[in-house]
């Protein structure tokens, strides 16, 4: 499986202060050279997740409002001392709100403690066990937060009319589940995401389920824009080295998507070396 879209494969020549467009990442109006997207949550400390992000390469990092100081706590350590906006940039998230008011009302004290900020990432989970998706209550909460002036990445399920609506609604990228949150299942519904991948006008990037390199690499061949993790890395044995094989792994899958893969031939064996021109045995 390879999607075609022009809009992930622009001319690999064209390049923006040094850096080629193949591998810049457009979300909105903001222009990032790491496909890698990392969260903030599950570290031992604030000292592993800056170690960790560091090696990832990622210039996106999200953060849950609701579970990490960013200030709205003060005389407690803030995430901010380790992972400063002067050096990335924080996503703001609603991991945790179960309604589309919870979300809205999670996302706007975070444009207030970063000073405007509006790039954010929306989540409205269904239950506590699978922290699936409920749909209807993301759908509400991203017509609010679009109308209210926000860039809305936004967090849901493999369902490709869904991926549309929120599009539709004014989403600057979409995030399907490769499988569930922290799960580490791995790209358990390849077609769904083809199917949203083809036909989004809007970056699609991964969110939920990879476990291990292989898997960012497998996301990214099948023409996703990006992947958004955490728990992958966070729950590594060793986070910093994980961090740095997934940055790798994205990468790789980023260019073999471009190279375009061989077709797949079953049944049917083909040399790899020349066969005209071959020396003929020499004779007894």
Known sequence: MMATRSRSSPPSEAVNQGIPMHQQLTIGTRTFTSRLLVGTGKYRDFEETRAAIVASGAEIVTVAIRRTNIGQTPG??????????????????????YSAAEAVRTLRLARELLDGHNLVKLEVLGDPKTLYPN???????????????????????????????????????????????????????????????????????VDAGVGTASDA????????????????????????????????????????????????????????????????????
């Open 76 to 97: 407690e350590p803030s995430l901010l001392e380790y992972i400063p906006p002067s050096e990335f940039t924080i996503l703001p998230n609603t991991a945790g709100c």
């Open 135 to 205: 749909v209807m209550e993301t759908l509400a909460a991203a017509k609010t937060l679009v109308s209210d002036g926000f860039d809305v990445m936004v967090y849901t399920s493999d369902d490709p009319i869904v991926a549309r609506q929120l599009e539709d609604l004014g989403c600057v990228a979409v995030m399907p589940l490769a499988s569930l949150i922290g799960s580490g299942m791995g790209i358990l519904n390849p077609w769904n995401l083809q199917i949203i991948i083809d036909q989004a006008k809007v970056p699609v990037l």
């Open 217 to 284: 690499a497998i996301a990214m061949e099948l023409g996703c824009d990006g992947i958004l993790m955490n728990t992958a890395i966070a729950a590594a044995k060793d986070p910093v080295l994980m961090a740095s094989a997934m940055r790798k792994a994205v990468e790789a899958g980023r260019e073999a998507f471009l190279a375009g893969r061989m077709p797949k031939k079953a049944y049917q064996a083909t040399a790899s070396s020349p066969e005209s021109g071959v020396m003929a045995p020499r004779a007894a």
